[in-house]
């Protein structure tokens, strides 16, 4: 059997690498798999070798910042290259900080995160456009409940994916041949979860707490979950829904879960 193929950002740990296996193993896809960690992705490579002797020839890795051009560039050079399409771009790498206020926040903060949240989606994007009208494939951009309610202290986060939310949508209706999606993933035990737990309390202040009790009670989502959904989406498109900003628990996807 044979899958689509499939481009990742931020895919050598959390949600990004539990797509990433999923896309190999369960979907039988290809998969280019980008980050900035040299070290992570090629202990995932060997990771899934060890799991499976055929998984490593339908991963390449790509080594880069998602700022710089010249690896959302290089990504779908590879994936071009080696396997001559691209059916799924899944634009995952994101980052939380600056947690501050507004009032107390640096804008160069601000800017520096909507380079990596928004900034590096549209590059990627015009990248990856070309291939994906010619496959009718798919793009997925990976939101958050911030994206439509405000946290204390997430300002720069939560305006960041409600702009990737505006991007998604004017990419439906501008690219027809293209279904595009912005997916939350609900509350997720990551190295995102852990930051707002050690660094979030001063800035959140109320809000914090939510988190710990989530953490505390043992409610945060596995990364499989909601990974589950957006690559069973990239497999299997709806073009009814494109444009559409969902949560991956949304009665309407229950067909792409686990």
């Known amino acids: 059997m044979t899958g689509p193929v499939y481009l990742v950002t931020g895919a050598s740990k959390g949600i990004g690498k539990a797509m990433t296996k999923l896309a190999l193993t369960k979907f039988h896809g290809k998969v280019v798999a980008v980050a900035r960690s040299k070290e992570l992705l090629e202990s995932l490579q060997v990771e899934l070798t060890q799991e499976n002797n055929n998984l490593g020839d339908n991963l390449e890795v790509v080594v880069g910042d998602v700022c710089d051009e010249h690896t959302s560039r290089r990504a779908v050079n590879v994936a071009i290259d080696k396997w001559g399409r691209l059916d799924v771009v899944i634009a995952n790498a994101g980052i939380l900080e600056p947690i501050a206020s507004v009032s107390d926040s640096l804008v160069q903060g601000w800017k520096h995160l909507f380079d990596v949240n928004f900034f590096s989606v549209i590059t990627l994007a015009q990248e990856a456009l070309p291939h994906l009208r010619h496959s009718k494939g798919t793009l997925i951009m990976i939101s958050s409940g911030a994206a439509s309610k405000g946290y ?31 997916i939350r993933p609900g509350v997720v035990d990551t190295g995102m979860q852990e930051l707002i737990r050690e660094k979030g309390v001063d800035a959140m202040k109320e809000d ?3 988190f710990m009790e989530l953490h505390r009670q043992g409610k945060l989502l596995s990364a499989e979950e909601p990974a589950h959904v957006v690559v069973a989406l990239g497999a299997n498109p709806p073009k009814d829904l494109s444009g559409q900003y969902l949560s991956w628990d949304d009665e309407v996807l229950k067909s792409f879960r686990k």
């Open 208 to 210: 914090h707490s939510k």
């Open 152 to 182: 204390k202290g997430w300002g720069a986060y939560g305006a960041s994916k409600a702009a990737l939310n505006h991007l998604n949508a004017t990419l439906a209706v501008e690219e027809p041949d293209v279904t595009t999606l912005a």
